[in-house]
């Protein structure tokens, strides 16, 4: 159960990021980035969640939005990250990887003993 709990905040304090990730090199709709954070295993996330949060980063100046038409429906807001997010998004990745690499070593470590 702690574990869990433990997740849940990594989930929250990673999501934006990821969210960042898949905006990288395409621009993508909301629910588009539903479906795409659900496919992996341990991202899943609802509407409620991802509206909120891009609009956040829309706030903050870390994605912009454009109006496309769409060929199912009315037209969708696409969201592309801004150079303030791609320096976000790097900055986040090698705090990331040293923190990973960190905890993973202490955990190795603790097998052995």
């Keep these: 159960m702690v ?6 905040q ?8 990821c969210v960042l ?4 090199g395409e621009p993508r709709y909301g ?5 795409a954070l659900g496919e992996v295993d341990g991202l899943v996330t609802t509407e409620g969640t991802i509206y909120p949060l891009l609009a ?11 109006w496309q038409e769409s060929e199912s429906g009315p037209p969708r807001r696409y969201y592309t990250s801004t150079p303030e997010g791609s320096r976000a998004l790097a900055e986040f990745t090698a705090d990331w990887q040293r923190f990973c690499a960190s ?6 470590s603790g097998r052995r003993g």
Excluded at 3 to 8: D, I, L
């Design 3 to 8: 574990a869990e709990k433990v997740f849940t």
């Design 10 to 17: 990594l989930r929250r304090g990673t999501l934006e990021f």
């Design 21 to 24: 990730a898949l905006l990288q």
């Design 31 to 35: 629910f588009e980035l539903v479906k």
């Design 56 to 66: 956040r980063l829309r706030r903050e100046g870390l994605v912009e939005t454009s």
């Design 103 to 108: 905890v993973d070593k202490i955990l190795q």
